[in-house]
T-cell receptor, first 119, second 115 residues
Framework: GAGVSQSPSNKVTEKGKDVELRCDPI?????LYWYRQSLGQGLEFLIY????????KSGLPSDRFSAERTGGSVSTLTIQRTQQEDSAVYLC?????????????????FGPGTRLTVT | AQSVSQHNHHVILSEAASLELGCNYS??????LFWYVQYPGQHLQLLLK??????LVKGIKGFEAEFIKSKFSFNLRKPSVQWSDTAEYFC?????????????FGAGTRLAVHP
């Protein structure tokens, strides 16, 4: 089946503009994650959605960042008033969380990412 | 604080050499452990994973990793590398209970294999 897809693959925007990044997870996966990969910071967690639970937003770097997941499937990450330090590759991952023996097994599959450049 | 440390940032090997990439983690509680690989121009792919049971896990392309709980380590090994193994390798950890689903990644190790 299809993997995680993300669009656009590349986005160049001017400082101060808003951008929206899209993620289509693997069908049937209940969990969806956003991460950011940048030269200075490596791979950082941003936000996590699991079913109908409240999202874990603990990794969002500022209130300019927000994300939503509609219908338990597609997710959109929005960055308002972009800054040059927002330039990075934004990665989406999805997983099917399995409970086994009282513990959780969560195998995340990553999409190709969106390379965001803020000029 | 939760963290993952990868000891080598850059590794250069000749084909057929053996590989060992170090990974140590700091995490309060039981963990799931992963190695991801990113080939040039490609996205992150899962190489292998440890959830429980046998601490020696085998992944794709002849890679294996050993979980040593007492040392908080999950080193990646391959007996004989190939040029096609040139990539960046990331060690990651996540929790097994509560809301600790997020992956915490190490800084990555760039492996260059020369023919």
């Amino acid at each position: 089946g299809a993997g995680v897809s993300q669009s656009p693959s590349n986005k160049v925007t001017e400082k101060g503009k808003d951008v929206e990044l899209r993620c289509d997870p693997i069908s049937g996966h209940t969990a969806l994650y956003w991460y950011r990969q940048s030269l200075g910071q490596g791979l950082e967690f941003l936000i996590y959605f699991q079913g109908n639970s409240a999202p874990d937003k603990s990794g969002l770097p500022s209130d300019r960042f927000s994300a939503e997941r509609t219908g338990g499937s597609v997710s959109t990450l929005t960055i308002q008033r972009t800054q040059q330090e927002d330039s990075a590759v934004y990665l989406c991952a999805s997983s099917l969380v399995v409970l086994a023996g009282g513990s959780k097994r969560d195998e995340q599959y990553f999409g190709p990412g969106t390379r965001l450049t803020v000029t | 604080a939760q963290s993952v440390s990868q000891h080598n940032h850059h590794v250069i090997l000749s084909e057929a050499a053996s590989l060992e990439l170090g990974c140590n983690y700091s995490y309060g509680g039981t963990v799931n452990l992963f190695w991801y690989v990113q080939y040039p121009g490609q996205h992150l792919q899962l190489l292998l994973k440890y959830f429980s049971g046998d601490p020696l896990v085998k992944g794709i392309k002849g890679f294996e990793a050993e979980f040593i709980k007492s040392k908080f380590s999950f080193n990646l090994r391959k007996p004989s590398v190939q040029w096609s193994d040139t990539a960046e390798y990331f060690c990651a950890v996540s929790g097994v209970s509560g809301g600790y689903n997020k992956l915490i990644f190490g800084a990555g190790t760039r492996l260059a294999v020369h023919p």
